[in-house]
């Protein structure tokens, strides 16, 4: 089984913007991204995230792709015959 993580790291969180500073929300952004990632490594599968831009993350196979994210899922999802589950 395939697991697919969208993450955009650009403008993350934004409705939290009131609140949270820029780089408040992104190091809570990427804080979430790593608890995904390890409770998705516990199961034994390493997931993959899938990013409009290059980012550096241990724990999983980065997947590039530019469009917005919605677009770049269903492409994914489209063009894989394996079961895949897309996790937020």
């Known amino acids: ?25 992104q190091e809570f952004a990427r804080t979430m991204l790593k608890d995904v990632i390890e409770a998705i490594r516990e199961t034994g599968i390493t997931p993959e995230v899938l990013t409009p831009t290059r980012i550096e ?7 590039v792709d530019d469009r917005p ?5 269903n492409a994914t999802l489209d063009a894989t015959a394996d079961p895949t589950a897309v996790v937020m």
């Open 1 to 25: 089984m395939r697991v697919l993580v969208p993450f955009d790291p650009r403008d993350p969180k934004s409705r939290l913007a009131p609140i949270l500073s820029e780089n408040e929300r």
């Open 57 to 63: 993350v241990r724990g999983a196979s980065i997947l």
């Open 69 to 73: 994210l919605s677009a770049a899922v």
